[in-house]
Structure formats: C-alpha cells, structure tokens
C-alpha cells in the first residue's frame, strides 16, 4: 500500500504561484511514476502532469503547458507541483497519484491516490 499526502494548496490571486508537494513515504522502487490530477467543482477529474521516478520523464497537459513545472526527489520519495500565472480556471481540488504502468495520462492507472488540496484561484 502506498500512501499519498499532498500539501501546498491554498487562495491566491490570478497570475500567482503555488507549489503543492506529494509524500509517498512507501513508495517501492517498482513504482513507474507520480501525476497530478485535479478536479474543477462539477467536473471530471482530469490530468494535470507526471513524471517517472527514476528517469525524470515529463508529461504535461496542453492547458498547464509552459505554466506548470513537475519534478521529484527520488531520495525523498517526494514530487512537486509548480503552478505559475495561474488563472481562475485553475480552481480545483488538486491530486497526486502513484502509478506502476507507462501510461501516464490515464488515471484509470492510478491505484493510489492522495486525498487532495485545494487550489482556489480569485479573478
């Protein structure tokens, strides 16, 4: 079982920044990767980024693209979120989550997840 804890979220005016962290303490090496997803209120939760644990391979969604910057500490099974000129539509409850296969962008494989932060972002 690998558990998930994210922290980092909070208000902040369009055009601000927030970093959100993700702690897997029991992460094992098989683990492929770490991805962000998020939830915008009465929506689908959708992909926001992933990066692979031991290469550092990037993925990223066309809508964070050049304003959201994913990396990770391998020694400390933590991974990062960095979110700039963020914008309203950025609001979400914001999800980290473990994955052991190669296919980054579903979250159909996910098996573990954290319980979210939320990001609110203000007009």
């Known amino acids: 079982q690998v558990q998930l804890v994210e922290s980092g979220g909070g208000l902040v005016q369009a055009g601000g920044s927030l970093r959100l962290s993700c702690a897997a303490p029991?992460?094992?090496?098989?683990?492929?990767?770490l991805g962000w997803f998020r939830q915008p209120p009465g929506k689908e939760r959708e992909f926001v980024a992933a990066?692979?644990?031991?290469?550092?391979?990037?993925y990223y969604a066309d809508y964070v693209k050049g304003r959201f910057t994913i990396s990770r500490d391998s020694a400390k099974n933590t991974g990062y979120l960095q979110m700039n000129s963020l914008k309203p539509e950025d609001t979400a409850v914001y999800y980290c989550?473990?994955?052991?296969?190669?296919?980054?962008?579903?979250?159909?494989?996910?098996?573990?997840w954290g319980q979210g932060t939320q990001v609110t972002v203000s007009s």
């Open positions: 989550a473990a994955t052991y296969s190669g296919n980054y962008y579903s979250k159909t494989s996910y098996p573990y």
């Open positions: 029991g992460r094992t090496s098989s683990s492929a990767g």
């Open positions: 990066i692979s644990w031991n290469v550092g391979n990037t």
